[in-house]
């Protein structure tokens, strides 16, 4: 069984580019949510996919946009990049059928924005 | 305003003694919670979660202990081990844990001295 696997591990970008981040969720789960976690801070909810739909926003503004693929994997794309974007992008899986069962967490993508 | 509370941003403790890491929260909609370990350069790896109807969950040397009318929780690592040293996150959720966005607290580095 195979877990989260995010890719690139690190990515340096200039302010005003655009990223996309990809995470390959755990075999079986087909929910996938985003999370930013800046230096010295919890990891902070971007947004949820379940079925290739959003299913759930934090605060972030649509700059932050993401897709699901039929196999369940994910990507995470920011525009016009600024230089507080610069965080650890985590991704997370979920089994399906709901309940009270932990995320499982990938490594990360350490995005510095210069 | 944060609604997950780790108030401590570090702990250190003597190997084979007790590790007690705190957490308290304001939104008495959350109705499950969960805390994770995380090593550097690794994603957070999950430990131990309450549902809101139980005041404690045992798993091992970790206990999560939940409060409900303080609303504080604890985890309790005894005996606490060198490879236990890393960052705490506490999480809460009001979807059930896995289909809902994750709220966590900033974190407390946890130090096991030998």
Known sequence: ?114 | DQQVKQNSPSLSVQEGRISILNCDYTNSMFDYFLWYKKYPAEGPTFLISISSIKDKNEDGRFTVFLNKSAKHLSLHIVPSQPGDSAVYFCAASDYGGSQGNLIFGKGTKLSVKP
């Open chain 1, 1 to 114: 069984e195979t877990g989260v696997t995010q890719s690139p591990t690190h990515l340096i970008k200039t302010r005003g580019q655009q990223v996309t981040l990809r995470c390959s969720s755990q075999s079986g789960h087909n929910t996938v949510s985003w999370y930013q976690q800046a230096l010295g801070q919890g990891p902070q909810f971007i947004f949820q996919y379940y079925r290739e739909e959003e299913n759930g926003r934090g605060n972030f503004p649509p700059r932050f946009s993401g897709l699901q693929f039929p196999n369940y994997s994910s990507e995470l794309n920011v525009n016009a990049l600024e230089l507080d974007d610069s965080a650890l992008y985590l991704c997370a899986s979920s089994p399906p059928g709901g309940g009270n069962t932990e995320a499982f967490f990938g490594q990360g993508t350490r995005l510095t924005v210069v």
